[in-house]
């Protein structure tokens, strides 16, 4: 299967990593890789940034095609503190370069008019392929793009069904940044929506696969975690499955505006 895309040839796909740790990650990361994945997730908080670097190491797929990226945490987010935290990540991934390094949150030591240029610089010196922001608000993203003289490629945010962020998806699509959709199955809350259920039945699949389809069919890129092989092949062969119009707008009425991540530093 060719890989699907969305805006700024973002896979559409990728492998989410979160509480995945040590051995496990390891060959989740080069399992996916082996199926066609294309687009694997991880984060400096998830502290498995070697184990994932494990796993595309001894994975099949050229390193040339594989986009990794990370992000850098809130602690390490203060101007004078994100080129050091940055090549930190890069040794532990054991890579030369990160294709996406991410703003995890706005929050911490996060100061646009520091933290931003110092993203550009990491861009500039050629170590990061690209920059882009996470959790982050329309307004913090008009802040962020007014900042950077680096293109900022996507905004990573939860994103599933039942949580639709149709306002920031408009204002991304306006603004020529992609949306990466984390907890895109809602932390396995899809699977209690009769709706999604009978959709799933109608088309011979799972209600995971059924939000993982929505996602991609909305331009929007998703990074599921699954640890299992048969999780990591079903949420692949998610991209076979195609939502007709009475599928749209069915899914349509059921954002809940219920998030499922939402710490007390959060900008919301």
Not at 53 to 72: F, L, M, Q, W
Not at 139 to 161: G, K
Not at 210 to 216: I, K, T
Not at 220 to 239: F, G, L, M, V, Y
């Amino acid at each position: 299967m060719d890989v699907p895309t969305v805006s700024n040839d973002l896979p559409a796909l990728g492998l989410g990593t979160y509480k995945n740790e040590g051995d496990q990650v390891t060959e989740s990361v080069k399992t996916a890789l082996d199926v066609g994945y294309r687009h694997i997730d991880t984060a400096q908080v998830y502290d498995n940034e070697a184990a994932v670097g494990a796993g595309i190491e001894a994975s099949s797929a050229p390193r040339e095609e594989v986009v990794v990226a990370t992000k850098i945490w809130n602690d390490d987010l203060a101007g004078n503190d994100v080129v050091a935290s940055a090549k930190e990540s890069l040794d532990r991934l054991g890579l030369d370069r990160i294709e996406i390094l991410y703003v995890h949150w706005p929050a911490g030591g996060y100061e646009p008019s520091k933290t931003i240029p110092a993203f550009n610089q990491l861009y500039d010196e050629g170590l990061v392929d690209s920059i882009a922001v996470s959790n982050f608000l329309p307004e913090q993203l008009e802040t962020a793009l007014d900042r950077s003289d680096a293109p900022i490629v996507a905004n990573q945010v939860e994103l599933h069904p039942l949580f639709q962020q149709s306002e920031l998806q408009e204002f991304c699509e306006t603004n020529g940044v992609a949306v990466v959709a984390y907890a895109p199955i809602a932390r396995g809350k899809v699977f209690d929506v009769p709706e999604l259920g009978e959709i799933a039945e109608k088309h011979g699949a799972s209600e995971a696969q059924v939000s993982l389809a929505w996602l991609r069919q909305n331009g929007i890129a998703a990074i599921p975690k699954a640890t299992s092989k048969e999780h990591i092949r079903a949420n692949w062969e998610s991209q076979d499955l195609t939502l007709d119009d009475e599928d749209l707008s069915k899914i349509a009425t059921l954002s809940y505006n219920k998030r499922q991540v939402d710490p007390d530093f959060a900008p919301w």
